[in-house]
């Protein structure tokens, strides 16, 4: 699979059907998992191994990870509705996906990689603690999204660093909000996004 293709293959998949503010319901555009997903496919992390995606929404990266020949995925998500959709959508594309439907703080299996895109935080901030907080304890291998904003970078660097992990900013590129929350001015928001890998340093 090229990655052009994945990418088309991802924008297709259904989308939050009334999308949650609270929860930062935003669907990961298919460029952008695509890019993240090729990534740590290339340098491999995806091939062969046990993945979990955390709040996986519409199932975006889930899917996207075992189209590139993960072993198993796993699929945590607090909101049932964006269940319903991403299992419609793994059945469309084809792939078997484990969604377990519960507060990632749950979580408790240890997997090779965790490939997430975490609420950013707009609504709430550092709405993405306790996300990363959950991807260091189960995985060596963490890749993320971001704001690109001087104060999250900074925060995402400290924090890292203080849970033992080494944090690299990999690309920073476009994340595309078509308007769906009241607070929303504008028809299409593009706002940039940093995509991280994080990996654990040697005790
Ligand atoms: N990659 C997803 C978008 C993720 S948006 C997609 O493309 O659809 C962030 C997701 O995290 C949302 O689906 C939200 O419902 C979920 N979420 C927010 N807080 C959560 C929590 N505490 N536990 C589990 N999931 C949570």
Known sequence: ????HLSMLLSRL???????????QYRTPGNVASELLWLAHSWGHIAGKVIADL?????????????????????????????????????????????????????DVKVDT?????PFGSQRKHADRP???????????????HLAKPEVRNFIEKFSGEMGFRAVKLKTVPFEIPAQFHFH???LE???????????CAP
Do not use: C, Q, W
């Not at 699979?1 to 052009?4: E, N, S, T, W």
């Not at 709040?55 to 319903?84: H, M």
């Not at 965790?114 to 975490?118: L, T």
């Not at 940039?192 to 990996?199: A, N």
């Open 1 to 4: 699979m090229k990655k052009r």
């Open 14 to 24: 259904e989308g939050f059907p009334e999308p949650k503010p609270e929860l930062e």
């Open 55 to 107: 709040g996986t929404g519409t199932g975006v990266l889930a899917i996207g990870a075992k189209l590139l020949g993960a072993k198993k995925v796993y699929a945590v998500e607090i909101d049932e509705k964006a269940i319903e959709v991403a299992r419609k959508n793994a059945g469309k594309a084809g792939v078997n996906v484990e969604f377990l439907h519960m507060d990632v703080s749950e979580f």
């Open 114 to 118: 965790v490939i997430m895109n975490p």
């Open 131 to 145: 996300f990363l907080l959950k991807a260091f304890e189960v995985a060596d291998v963490v890749y993320s999204i």
């Open 185 to 187: 001015r504008k028809r």
């Open 190 to 200: 593009r706002i940039p996004v940093d995509l991280y890998l994080f990996e654990r």
